[in-house]
């Protein structure tokens, strides 16, 4: 059963007692949806934003316990959110600030290691670590006050497109008619899957174990990062009063065993990897939060509009692209999705309607430059030290000293990190 969360009483162009018909439908609840859909609301367009899980509230974070889903936001990401006038409003209380990345190769070497600095960058951070529910609580509060927008607490179970734009059939029975719709509904897509969009696809064969942990020693605003001997990655992420937040990449199998640890358990395993180097930094760590799994795979879009011939309909977010975390970019790339489709559908000239199909082609070229580069680094850093040989092993440690010894290479790195996000 749908419900509507939001309603209003503009008018909306070419209704007819049995269909609505508005500019742009937002097909997707998470946070790049609720983004685009403030976004477009903002932009004047008249929007619904439509989703079966609109209708669960997500609550403020508060207290010492922190949630499991923890992410990098980039100056990218900053940059829109300030943009959609929601930075302010976020309590950045349960926000850190990342001012370095120190990264340790797998052979335990002293100068196996890449420092990035926002420092030496010249930047005043790398990075924001805080919860989804920190940003998607403050995108809901905003979305309330939207006179352009709509939301359905309903599920899309058909689309239709044809020359002038995209008919949604509603899983309660009901029919909306949009001039474009923007599909932010994941990475299994069902407007991707039908719009028949093909995919590439690839299982890394690995899960990510999360879980929430405090320190005794302070983390120096520092995200860490060590690849291990084998394939895995240890990530700690720096998160505000001396807690971290794990993500481990590692085998299906290994990721079982690790979610049956308990504290002490936690302890000896923390001491005998890398080298020992984790307690070293950090001290001793105490769970903060019930460790959880999920699988890693990657995936890409081989067309982030569609159909082909008369392209109505616009992917962002996972439903375009997903990627091992090992970099913390997936979210971040994802925002800048909804970036650059607005941008381009407030520069758009004003004989074209959202729809058209130049302003479609900008957003897919704009976007799959940055999606394909960052993509195809972390797929190549994730299989080079995944790698067993002799040699392969002593490349990629003697490359992480080689990029750290070299000031304009780090600062290319740092750039493409921080990402580009164009509202002028």
């Known amino acids: 059963m749908s419900e509507v969360l939001?309603?209003?009483?503009?008018?909306?162009?070419?209704?007819?007692?049995?269909m609505r018909t508005i500019d742009v439908a937002v097909v997707g609840g998470g946070i790049a949806g609720k983004a685009c859909a403030l976004g477009l609301a903002q932009l004047g367009l008249q929007t619904i934003q439509i989703a079966p899980d609109l209708g669960q509230?997500?609550?403020?974070?508060?207290?010492?316990q922190w949630g499991q889903r923890i992410y990098a936001f980039s100056p990218s990401t900053?940059?829109?959110?300030?943009?959609?006038?929601?930075?302010?409003?976020v309590d950045h209380s349960r926000m850190q600030p990342?001012?370095?990345?120190?990264?340790?190769?797998?052979?335990?070497?002293k100068h196996d290691q890449l420092h990035l600095s926002a420092f030496e960058a010249g930047t005043p951070q790398l990075a924001w670590i805080g919860e989804s529910n920190v940003i998607e609580h403050t995108l809901d509060q905003a979305l309330r006050f939207q006179n352009k927008l709509e939301r359905i607490n309903d599920a899309v179970e058909n689309i239709q497109v044809d020359s002038d734009g995209a008919t949604l059939h509603l899983a309660?029975?009901?029919?909306?008619?949009?001039?474009l719709v923007v599909a932010a509904d994941g990475a299994n897509s069902p407007l991707r899957s039908e719009l028949g969009i093909s995919t590439t696809e690839e299982s890394y064969l690995q899960s990510a174990v999360v879980a929430n942990w405090i320190c005794t020693n302070a983390h120096l605003e520092t995200a860490y990062q060590w690849f291990l001997p084998g394939g895995d990655i240890v990530a700690m992420l720096p998160l505000p009063n001396k807690q971290v937040s794990m993500v481990w990449s590692t085998s299906p199998e290994n990721a079982a065993e690790l979610l049956k640890l308990d504290q002490a358990a936690w302890t000896e395993k923390f001491s005998s990897i890398a080298n020992g180097e984790i307690v070293k930094q950090l001290g001793s760590l105490t769970l903060n939060s019930t460790p959880a799994a999920f699988p890693l795979r990657r995936v890409r879009a081989s067309r982030f509009i569609g159909p082909d011939d008369n392209p109505k309909v616009a992917l962002i977010g996972d439903a375009a692209h997903v990627m091992h975390p090992l970099a913390g970019q997936g979210l971040n790339l994802g925002l800048r999705d909804v970036a650059t489709l607005l941008h381009i559908l407030s520069k758009r000239e004003s004989f074209r309607l959202p729809n058209d199909k130049v302003l479609l082609r900008r957003y897919e070229r704009q976007r799959q430059g940055d999606t394909s580069a960052l993509l195809w680094v972390t797929d190549k850093l994730k299989k080079l030290f995944s790698a067993s040989s002799g040699t392969e092993k002593q490349l990629r440690n003697w490359g992480l000293g080689l990029v750290n010894r070299s000031h304009f290479i780090k600062?290319?790195?740092?750039?493409?990190?921080l990402g580009d996000a164009d509202f002028e």
Do not use: C, Y
């Open 57 to 64: 509230t997500v609550p403020a974070p508060q207290g010492e």
């Open 411 to 417: 600062r290319r790195l740092i750039e493409r990190a």
């Open 172 to 179: 309660n029975g009901s029919t909306l008619r949009a001039l």
């Open 6 to 18: 939001q309603n209003n009483s503009a008018k909306l162009p070419k209704n007819t007692p049995q």
């Open 98 to 109: 990342v001012r370095d990345m120190r990264i340790f190769g797998d052979r335990g070497e």
């Open 78 to 89: 900053q940059k829109l959110l300030a943009h959609l006038q929601i930075w302010d409003a």
